[in-house]
């Protein structure tokens, strides 16, 4: 066997173990759900059950949890991306100085521990009186997935061909007929991607929220509680059904995004044939 | 109605660069103007006064004898069609053309009218909902020139809109453009950087070069009379001959060209005994000789291109490093030539122009 | 500036994009972080004290750290156990990130992607629990291990920093295999096999072509790599024991066990000195600039 060989195995055999890896936990995770074992485990296997849906489902913990969680997000949502486009369109227009320095400001939440950011707002806010609940959490989540929408907006933004707004501009629409017509519609596709990954990145969020959650619990909280207080099969139960829920979105965001991808490419070819 | 364009001694300069030095022009109702130069010569800064995406640093921009200085690029009677040509990808055909009145607040059916007859126009009526991606680079480029008609413009605004195209499709636009310009008795001002897009189309040209407006002439006058050193280079090919001034008689003056001996040709301005100037003499109007004589001079053949009915030459007089252009017409008396041989050209005095110059410019 | 914004966008939509941002940069982002800090530099004083003549700025709340010896200890190891944490995502993801960029034909490398980015979208807690389940006492892994003969007794893996460890490169792996895999990718393909075509061998290549390229991305991944596991608190909260503590359940534990949010305060803008530290380390060591890092 050449070493080329060897090295095309070898390389092969890395990748298997490197998925098994990244699957494994997870698997054993969902399977332990179905056993009927008080303590969430694969061994030894006590039985199949679905019993540990029926108590997650009766448990009025969790269905508070899941809707401050979903509260939260929506209530992120409404905020981090309105100002992610606005940083996108910002950054995009401003030529000048100090535009770097405001463009470090704006990347600083990314590279800020989740619990500095979480304790910081705490500390602001409760110097003007808020204390930690629903509302601060979604201000100290807004903080940095802003920063992430912005990011995702401004990808797209870079792609933008201004003069398609001076087109539009020299036929006589007014500057906020060229944002709604023109510019806002080219960004509703990263707008609504970005949409997407602030939601889950407020759903799944346990750092800055364990600060700032005041005496209210959102869902991830409540999962961190119960595996150190009260673990039960139950909490894997939860643990599968996001799981399907986030592959199943995940799934449809990556179909949609190379169905997308797979039409511009078709388009382009075409329009290159008919040139 | 009056569409007519003037400049009243604008002037732009961005922080220290004056991107176009005071300018003084009028662009009558109905006229196909071109403004035609190498990039960067301010050709693109002018339009985008006449645009209002610039406001100029000095002098008025008037259009139908209107002061220009307060309205916005949205408000002003024009519309351009743009280098890329900026169609909305997300929108259809149909609704590209219909823009300019929709935002303009005209029903859907009135739209629709005047999209159907701008369709016929451009002969794509059956283009009508498909999307942009799906056009072909003609296609677009009438649907462009379909969108930007949309709004009754007063003043077309043309940014070097055929330069995306292949030759073929180029030549033929260019027919077409003038075609429309015929019927709708718009005011065309054409940005372009190629003289034969400039010279076919156009009524008027004018030649810019690092942000002056050099001359301004219909195409036959700016060929045959160029005003500047540049335009005589610019426009169309030409040799150009240094050397200074030793005697002048009315228009027609000697050059003193060193090596290559006296010249004379035909000077379109002053000039003065010691001035150094530039002789420009067209390929076309370079002859052969059989023997010196007055206004000749001889050079050693470098190339040979024949090309039918012309014969391209490239040769270099003797005892210079230059080189010179020439095309004689491919009749019995070519048959001698070969590179290597030796060459005696000749030409009129009154072929050639002689202006104020020095041999860098 | 509003010129700028307001030529393109008109007056309305311009005061509408400045006052976002500034609420953001302003309120969210630069004056809570401002107000830590001043935090950090007053004494902990009951209410009625506060602006009184006790309330002055002092550096005591940091010299906390130097004088309390286990702190230090949980510090240094915190920090330590993050460096140690990168390297291993790093030597785990670098021929997966190789392998995925340049050998690897497309749809393979689609596939891949698909396959890595579904637990990136899975929650944190929930990849750290499943860990917390494989390594308990009587999980799976101890049952393997018996059942195979390998140990005679169960281990416990959750009694030490091993477990935290684990369940860190787990977490945090695909921060490092994307900013990895997009470096790598954006290399010519023709570079690699110049370098093999004179002679170079496979590792001389990755050592002088691949990785030299790659930069910016195995910056990018340790900075993220490292800034998440020194602040994190979910994994050594569901992986630790009480006997291998992080830095950050010390700060937790000032603001609702002690109380004592001045000395959080703190603690937590010492926990920001060291990321930034690292930050400006990695970029120096690296070269980089920070237009590289965001991508």
Known sequence: MSSQNILKWGIRFYITLFFLYLFTPLIIMSAATFNDSRFPTISPWRGTTLKWFEELWNDSGMWQALSNSAIIAAGVLAIAVPIGVACALFLSTYRGGGKNFIYGLMLSPLLTPGVIIGISTLIFWRSMGVSGGIFLTIIAQTTFIAAYVMLMILARMQRFDRTLENAAFSLGATHLQVFRRITLPYLMPAILSAGVIAFLQSFENYNTTLFVKGYDTTLTVYIASKVRTGLTPAVNALGLILIVITVLLAAIYEIKRRHEARAAEQKAALADTAN | ?361 | MFKQLSDRFGPMVAIGILLLMLLWLVMLVVLPQVLMIDYSLRPNLPPSQIGGPNDNYTLSNYVTLFNNQIHQTIFFKTIWSSVLVTVCTLIVCYPLAYYLAKVATPRQAALCVLLLIIPFWINEILRTFSWFIILSYRGPLNALLLGMGFIDRPIRFLSGDGGVIIGMVYAYILFMVFPLYNAIESLDGNQIKAARNLGSGWIRTHYRIIIPHAKPGIATGCIMVFMLSAGSYAVPALLGSPGSRWFTQIIYNWFFEGGDWNQGAAYAFILLLLCIGFIVLVMRLFKVGLGDIAR
């Open chain 2, 1 to 361: 109605m009056d569409s007519s364009v003037h400049l009243d001694n604008v002037m732009m300069q961005f922080d220290n660069f004056v991107a176009v030095q005071k300018t003084d022009l009028k662009i009558e109702s109905g006229e196909f103007f071109s403004f035609l130069g190498p990039s960067g010569c301010g050709k693109t800064t002018i339009l985008n006064m006449i645009s209002g995406f610039l406001d100029p640093t000095e002098g008025t921009v008037r259009i139908g004898g209107e002061d220009m200085r307060r309205v916005s690029a949205n408000k002003r009677p024009t519309s351009m069609i743009f280098q890329n040509l900026a169609l909305f990808p997300l929108m259809t055909v149909a609704e590209n053309i219909e823009f300019g009145l929709e935002v303009r607040g005209i029903k859907k059916a009135e739209r629709r009218k005047v999209s159907d007859r701008l369709l016929n126009l451009v002969a794509l009526p059956e283009c009508r909902d498909k999307r942009i991606s799906d056009l072909s680079g003609g296609q677009k480029q009438r649907i462009a020139i379909a969108r930007a008609l949309a709004v009754e413009p007063r003043v077309l605004l043309l940014d070097e809109p055929l330069s995306a195209l292949d030759l073929k499709l180029r030549q033929h636009m260019r027919t077409e453009l003038k075609e429309i310009q015929r019927k709708t008795g718009i005011t065309f001002i054409y940005i372009t950087h190629d003289q034969g897009e400039a010279l076919t189309m156009s009524d008027r040209v004018g030649v810019m070069s690092a942000g002056k407006l050099q001359q301004v002439a219909d195409p036959v006058t700016l060929y045959r009379a160029p005003a500047t050193p540049f335009a005589a280079s610019f426009v169309g090919e030409n040799n150009r001959i240094a050397g200074k001034v030793i005697a002048m008689d009315g228009k027609r003056t000697t050059l003193d060209c060193g090596v290559l001996g006296q010249l004379s040709g035909t000077s379109v301005h002053d000039l003065s005994v010691g001035e150094s100037a530039l002789l420009f003499i067209r390929p076309e109007l370079l002859n052969r000789r059989t023997e010196m004589t007055e206004n000749c001079f001889t050079a050693k053949i470098q190339e040979l291109n024949f090309e039918g009915a012309y014969l391209m030459m490239e040769a270099t007089p003797i005892n210079t490093q230059s080189t010179i252009r020439a095309q004689l017409l491919s009749d019995v008396n070519i048959g001698d030539l070969a590179t290597g041989n030796q060459v005696i050209f000749g030409f009129d005095a009154q072929d050639a122009i002689i202006m104020s110059g020095k041999s860098d410019v």
